[in-house]
Structure formats: structure tokens, C-alpha cells
């Protein structure tokens, strides 16, 4: 029903930037809400930023506080993620998530492929 497309990742040093890009498209009634998530080698993904397309609301992960920052665009279904300040802790692959209502059910997440973002020391 709804396909999630990341783009923008790569190898960066640290202390750079990086952004990221997420584009939906298929049939809905409306998007909810878009965030990312990232996952380590070995580790749970967690949950990086979130964003409600209704009320602009953000959410984010205490690690990336002051140095991500999750925008939207309404008009275009698609969420971005600016990255600065980066560290190789922030080394993962990052999944953009969308919630979506359809037209008749309940609302469901959605899932991207993922990007891998990788920083060195």
C-alpha cells in the first residue's frame, strides 16, 4: 500500500554531515506520521526521530538531540533527516518508517529498505 525509498547515505568523517531523504508513494488516506530508525551490527533498531504531519510534532532520540533534525513536506509525503556533528557511534543502517490510515482498516506502518550511514574516526 505505501513504499518507503531512502536515499542520501555514505561514508562520512567524523564530525560531518549527512541528509537524508525519504520518499512515499502509493494509496492512502493520509500520512500520520514518518520517522527513522537506525540499526547496528548486532543491536535492536531504535528509534532515531519522528515527526505527525498534522501538528509538526518531533521526537527524538536522546543520542541525536541538538544535532539531527527531522523536517517534512506536506505536499510531497516525504520526511528528511539532517545529520550533523556526526560520530561513529551514529555508524548504522537507517530505516525510514511511515504510519499511514488507508482508506477502509486500521492504520499500519510501513517500512524502507535502508540506507547504511557510516562514520569514521
Known amino acids: 500500500q505505501v513504499q518507503l525509498v531512502e536515499s542520501g547515505g555514505g561514508t562520512v568523517q567524523a564530525g560531518g554531515s549527512l541528509r537524508l531523504s525519504c520518499a512515499s508513494s502509493?494509496?492512502?488516506?493520509?500520512?500520520?506520521?514518518m520517522g527513522w530508525y537506525r540499526q547496528a551490527p548486532g543491536k535492536q533498531r531504535e528509534l532515531v526521530a519522528v515527526?505527525?504531519?498534522?501538528?509538526?510534532?518531533?521526537n527524538y532520540a536522546d543520542s541525536v538531540k541538538g544535532r539531527f533534525t527531522i523536517s517534512k513536506d506536506n505536499a510531497k509525503n516525504t520526511v528528511s533527516l539532517q545529520m550533523n556533528s556526526l560520530k561513529p557511534e551514529d555508524t548504522a543502517v537507517y530505516y525510514c518508517?511511515?504510519?499511514?490510515?488507508?482508506?477502509?482498516?486500521?492504520?499500519?506502518?510501513?517500512w524502507g529498505q535502508g540506507t547504511q550511514v557510516t562514520v569514521s574516526s
Open positions: 518508517n511511515a504510519e499511514a490510515s488507508p482508506y477502509w482498516g486500521s492504520r499500519k506502518d510501513y
Open positions: 502509493g494509496s492512502f488516506l493520509r500520512l500520520n506520521a
Open positions: 515527526i505527525t504531519f498534522r501538528d509538526g510534532n518531533t
